[in-house]
């Protein structure tokens, strides 16, 4: 018998030996299909490698990881650089023509271009002895998201909104970078790779269009009859076959947003998700549903805006308080608005390269709620008229106190005082840098690229703290801004090495010295990394430092989505 698989919709059958090199079509989509011949076959040919197998006098096949549509997926030691990666081989059936190959190849090399933490990068592309096509791919160490929805599925369990929303919104990232060069058109659980500590990343960009516009000659009536990507998260224009937008992966999206919230795929029979669970928020089926539109001009006009109402309304509806007591022991809960939630995890602290920053070493963060930007004079101006609190040493400089300028001058006892009466604490140093680097251990909190004036106020470029909202486009991806330059941030933590803390967390304690985070407006660039510390003495007021909050998460007492059912199960944040 010889096996046949569908590169549209992955179906795989085998057929008797005496149909070979005839054209038939496949039995789930419809897709034109050649028998390929079974003459001068070798195993290879089934793209059936073995542990052990030889690629290109480079690769060493270790085991098969994957096989869908298009081909089969290996992971593979690069003895060139001694790293794993993934060789995805391509159908033979799929790239019959020399212009249909030229053309997968262009398509690569624009998915080579793309370089995000999520998305799965491209290393290469190139031919077996045999012919056949293979990519060269980094190895991401995880599960497909098809994987996870069906466990849950299997266990009968809900995927948490939070996590769903984590999810969504990294792939949602990953979309509006690629948009500015390539639309995916085949966003799908198989298309998407969950990693650990929350992590995803998006795969094969542009492969679905190149493999279509190759299975299809030019002239072929057949092509403009045929849609690219898969049928199931097709957006309705691309079942129509019609022209084809970004705002088609963003319906894709949408899918995936409803399947992960009801673990109902598209084929299954349509289902609500009020009629699956009640804790989910109105304002986040809102979202869900503009994503879904059938007219493809009512939809999200892009990735980025869809992130940006699914993080607000996640935030609205889910909105945690903390329990404090003001001087006469009354409780106020003060909101989580402002702030952005970190799930914390574990991460690579320090920086070998610099003794203040060495040794590196691994730290858990707990999740927590972080300040999108430093505390402002408006917002100190609150708590000095609430407390009768002496002003800051600059509070009336005109060049220092604007009311969205940082507050400066203030020592580290008043930067914990101020927390204090907000409900909140000063961060410590493993918060503030997990933050700033992010689970991909960034240079900078905005990426790896080196800082310029449009990232960060640094160098004396200004001569004076901006604005927070100055410098956005040098925030963090999860929204928290102004960590690199502008003012340095006090931290909880006393500043001693690293080693000290652990080995003696008494002496520790009683160092005279407090650490400061992120650079000022009179640093230079190598004070901007997110390894960068220094220490000051708690009593220091300059007009180059100022602070930020956080609240752990642990001291949440509520965590009940705003206008569901009060019986609803409520996210649980974790310890």
């Known amino acids: 018998m010889i096996p046949v698989t569908c590169s549209q919709c992955g179906l795989s059958i085998f057929v008797p030996p005496e149909v070979q090199g005839r054209e038939g079509i496949c039995f789930r989509c419809g897709l034109p299909l050649i028998i390929p011949s079974e003459a001068g076959r070798s195993r290879h040919d089934n793209l059936n490698y073995e542990r052990g197998d030889r690629i290109a006098d480079r690769y060493v096949v270790k085991e098969q990881i994957g096989k869908g549509g298009m081909g089969v997926v290996y992971r593979a030691l690069d003895t060139l650089v001694q790293d794993m990666v993934a060789l995805k081989f391509l159908h033979p059936n799929i790239l019959r023509t020399e212009q249909g190959r030229q053309l997968f190849i262009r398509e690569v090399q624009i998915a080579r271009r793309l370089r995000h933490e999520n998305i799965v990068a491209v290393h290469d592309v190139s031919w077996t002895a045999e012919g056949i096509l293979y990519l060269s791919m980094e190895f991401a160490q995880g599960h497909s998201l098809r994987a996870l929805l069906r466990r849950y599925r299997h266990e009968r369990r ?9 999810y969504l919104r990294q792939i949602l990232v990953a979309l509006d970078y690629a948009h500015h060069t390539v639309i995916h058109r085949d966003i799908k659980p198989e298309n998407v790779m969950v990693m650990p ?7 094969d960009f542009g492969l679905a269009k190149a493999a279509h516009e190759e299975y299809f000659q030019e002239g072929d009536e057949e092509k403009t009859s045929r849609m690219v990507g898969t049928w199931a998260y097709a957006a309705p224009e691309q079942r129509k076959r019609q022209k ?12 995936l947003m409803h399947e992960l919230l009801t673990l109902r795929t598209p084929l299954d029979d349509p289902v609500e998700v009020v009629d699956v669970r009640h804790d989910v928020s109105p304002s986040l089926i809102s979202v ?3 994503a879904l539109a059938v007219e493809k001009e009512q939809r999200w006009p892009s990735a980025k805006d869809f992130r940006i ?3 607000t309304a996640f935030e609205e509806s889910y909105r945690k308080t903390v329990a404090v007591f003001d001087s006469d022991g009354m409780v106020k809960t003060p909101s989580t608005k402002g702030m952005v939630f970190l799930e914390g995890g574990h991460f690579l602290m320090g920086n070998n390269e610099v003794r203040e920053e060495a040794p590196e070493h691994e730290v858990l963060v707990r999740p927590f709620w972080m300040d999108a930007y430093p505390v402002t004079n408006k917002q100190y101006q609150e708590y000095l008229e609430e407390t009768g609190a002496p002003a800051p040493r600059f509070w009336h400089d005109p060049q220092y106190n604007g009311p969205n300028q940082p507050v400066t001058g203030v020592s580290w006892a008043e930067a914990k005082a101020y927390a204090a009466w907000a409900g909140k604490t000063l961060p410590t140093e493993g918060q503030w840098e997990f933050a700033a680097r992010g689970r991909e251990n960034r240079k900078y909190p905005w990426g790896n690229l080196p800082p310029d004036a449009t990232l960060a106020n640094f160098n004396d470029n200004l001569g004076m703290p901006s604005v927070v909202t100055m410098h956005e486009d040098g925030g963090t991806p999860e929204g928290i801004y102004d960590l690199a330059g502008n003012v340095y941030e006090w931290m909880l933590d006393p500043f001693v090495s690293y080693t000290a803390k652990r080995q003696n967390p008494q002496f ?3 160092a005279p010295r407090r650490a400061l985070r992120g650079g000022s407006y009179k640093s230079p660039p190598n004070e901007l990394l997110c390894t960068a510390r220094k220490g000051l003495f708690p009593e220091v007021r300059e007009n180059t430092i100022g602070f930020r909050c956080v609240i752990p998460a642990s001291r949440l007492i509520h965590a009940q989505p705003a206008n569901t059912n009060s019986d609803a199960p409520a996210e649980n944040a974790s310890e």
């Open 288 to 290: 869900l549903e503009r």
């Open 158 to 166: 809900v995927i948490p909104v939070r996590l769903a929303v984590t």
């Open 197 to 203: 500590n929350e992590r995803v990343k998006v795969l």
């Open 309 to 311: 109402a699914l993080e």
């Open 244 to 255: 084809v937008d970004l705002r088609a992966d963003v319906y894709a999206v949408g899918l």
């Open 508 to 510: 520790a304690a009683a």
